[in-house]
């Protein structure tokens, strides 16, 4: 079947865009030779993925947190580590330009077509388009401060702690300025410190304050560890099945990166086919040939799709895919009746008939 294209300046001639929803209405008339032209489209997977990112730098006084505070396990050493959290498959069409139509209209039928901004058909005859399903998506979180990249750290050392060269005399500085927070605390909890605060809300400012002291302290010891989320949406067009197909790589140093960038672990991709589309066949299960001139529209096919990391599977989908199917058309006749004319709804993620029926 040959694929007919219309000159587009006659088709922008009668369009008209619906700012609300985002898409033109191309009306069939006498300027476009009753013809509207459009694009079905390509399924294309969108794959968000959500990886978590943890640095640990050790503290100053990480070799004395045994002898001064009875700590055990204190970060000794700078580490970078990340883990996929979570991944999410989407579908959306794009144009496919190798399957761009045409469909002839008579003149004098009341008939329109809305398409995409990017020319995909969402209706024929009716304003209403397929509701599409909303995905919560996760955002991005950069990392927290880390108690020594708060004003409480500057305020906890001393004069006496700068002016000291001794590493080992700076921590018994340091794990008495703990214990000292730690008796001030108790204090002013149980209503015997010398000067206590006027009310209880600076009660509370106080406590906060001597808490981010003692925290500032403790990570002098016991180091720090700090934790931020990518996120990131990768876009696939699958031709074929597809196996173990590297989306993105997650790094312990940069978190998600390219497919290409090999300093993190790959991100993997499957599509298998379930089942393809298959043309309508009469009762005798001949198929029924192409309506002349037809509206065409994808039959699609369904295929199984997960993602996978580190031998685990984190999205497992089952999604209706345009390229594993076939092209079919409805009559213009039916479509573009002048008495009872037909509205028809598609899917503009596949080019799929969602919905038809009589024009009210």
């Known amino acids: ?33 009753y013809a509207l032209v459009y694009s ?23 070799k004395y947190a045994k002898r001064y505070l009875n700590l055990d396990n204190p970060v000794t050493a700078e580490s970078h580590s990340a883990r996929l959290l979570s991944a999410t498959i ?85 794990a008495q300025a703990i214990f000292a927070i730690r008796q001030t605390r108790s204090e002013l909890v149980s209503g015997q410190a010398e000067t206590m605060p006027p ?18 302290l403790m990570a002098m010891f016991m180091g720090t560890t700090s934790t931020r989320t990518d996120v990131a949406t990768y876009t696939i067009v699958p031709e074929k099945e597809m196996k173990n197909y590297v989306v993105a790589r997650v790094s ?7 497919a290409d960038d090999l300093s993190g672990a790959p991100v ?30 994808r039959i699609p096919g369904e ?4 993602v996978s990391y580190d031998g685990e599977t984190f999205a497992d989908d089952t999604e209706q895919i345009a390229q594993f199917g076939v092209v079919y058309g409805l009559s213009p006749a039916t479509i573009g009746d002048k008495k009872a004319p037909q509205y028809v709804i598609l899917d503009p993620a596949t080019g799929a008939v969602v919905k038809t029926g009589a024009m009210r």
């Open 303 to 306: 295929a199984r799709v997960s």
């Open 40 to 62: 079905l489209p390509s399924t294309a997977l969108s794959v968000t993925l959500e990886a978590e990112v943890t640095e640990k730098k050790p503290g100053e006084f990480f």
């Open 90 to 174: 989407g579908t959306r069409g794009i144009p496919n330009e190798d399957e761009r139509y045409t469909v002839q209209f008579k003149s004098g039928a009341p008939t329109f077509i809305l398409l995409s901004p990017d020319g995909i058909p969402l209706a024929v005859n009716t304003e209403e388009t397929s509701k599409q399903r909303a995905q919560e998506l996760p955002v991005s979180k950069d990392a927290l401060p880390t108690p020594l990249e708060t004003p409480a750290a500057r305020q906890v050392v001393s004069q006496e702690m700068m002016q000291s060269q001794s590493t080992a005399k700076r921590a018994e500085l340091a």
């Open 252 to 258: 312990p140093l940069d978190g998600l990166v390219g």
């Open 268 to 297: 993997t991709l499957n599509v298998s086919v379930i089942s393809n589309g298959e043309l309508p066949t009469n009762d005798k299960g001949e198929e029924i040939p192409f309506p002349k001139n037809g509206f065409a529209y």
């Open 199 to 216: 009310d209880g809300k600076s009660l509370q400012l106080m406590l906060d304050n001597l808490e981010a002291q003692e925290q500032a």
């Open 1 to 33: 079947m040959k694929h007919q294209i219309f000159a587009l300046c006659a088709m922008a001639l009668c369009s008209a865009a619906l700012p609300a929803q985002n898409v033109q209405r191309l009306t069939a008339t006498k300027a476009n030779e």
